[in-house]
T-cell receptor, first 116, second 113 residues
Framework: GAVVSQHPSRVICKSGTSVKIECRSL??????MFWYRQFPKKSLMLMAT?????????EQGVEKDKFLINHASLTLSTLTVTSAHPEDSSFYIC????????????FGPGTRLLVL | AQTVTQSQPEMSVQEAETVTLSCTYD???????LFWYKQPPSRQMILVIR??????QNATENRFSVNFQKAAKSFSLKISDSQLGDAAMYFC??????????FGKGITLSVRP
């Protein structure tokens, strides 16, 4: 149980285009999902918290107009990187918590984004 | 604000031996949870073990166990009978009232055959 998927696993795009990353909880309903960014050999940096049916809460320093988050259902959250630039290249990871276990986050496999 | 400190960036262990990874944290909350996550080269974050602060008994999951010292704010992970598949980056993490995870910097564990 507690499986989280992400799609795509890797994406290459041109500078100025937008990229959408999907995060799905496969076998549970996720009341809350989180989006992280990770640089090589570094720890995870929380970008935003996404609650189903409400606006995402962004961490300080994260541009909400650049990283659009939508949590339209209890099993799906999306992160759209708008007008991507090479400095947005990174590894993006989502996690989800179940309604009956709010303390434990289960992670997706991550999405590697390369902006050329 | 809560902080999690993993002071050792790297460790190495011989296959079949035991290794302990250190973690300390700082918090003013009384109710919280602590975790160890494993991130192998695939970069999939895998939950290894979790500990509720209100429980005095140390959590155990097969070859993985923790030494939770609440007063000292210490939460170390012991891996027994180390296997090649244990080679990964390990993150200690904390969550409290705001449900956000605070991660340590991580430690890279290598296993020597």
């Amino acid at each position: 149980g507690a499986v989280v998927s992400q799609h795509p696993s890797r994406v290459i795009c041109k500078s100025g285009t937008s990229v959408k990353i999907e995060c799905r909880s496969l076998d549970f309903q996720a009341t809350t999902m989180f989006w992280y960014r990770q640089f090589p050999k570094k720890s995870l940096m929380l970008m935003a918290t996404s609650n189903e049916g409400s606006k995402a809460t962004y961490e300080q320093g994260v541009e909400k107009d650049k990283f659009l988050i939508n949590h339209a259902s209890l099993t799906l959250s999306t992160l759209t990187v708008t007008s991507a630039h090479p400095e947005d290249s990174s590894f993006y990871i989502c996690s989800a918590v179940a309604g009956n276990d709010k303390e434990t986050q289960y992670f997706g496999p991550g999405t590697r984004l390369l902006v050329l | 604000a809560q902080t999690v400190t993993q002071s050792q960036p790297e460790m190495s262990v011989q296959e079949a031996e035991t290794v302990t990874l250190s973690c300390t944290y700082d918090t003013s909350e009384s109710d919280y949870y602590l975790f160890w996550y494993k991130q192998p080269p695939s970069r999939q974050m895998i939950l290894v073990i979790r500990q509720e602060a209100y429980k005095q008994q140390n959590a155990t999951e097969n070859r993985f166990s923790v030494n939770f010292q609440k007063a000292a704010k210490s939460f170390s992970l012991k891996i027994s009978d180390s296997q090649l598949g244990d080679a990964a980056m390990y993150f200690c993490a904390y969550t409290g009232a705001n449900s956000k995870l605070t991660f340590g910097k991580g430690i890279t564990l290598s296993v020597r055959p």
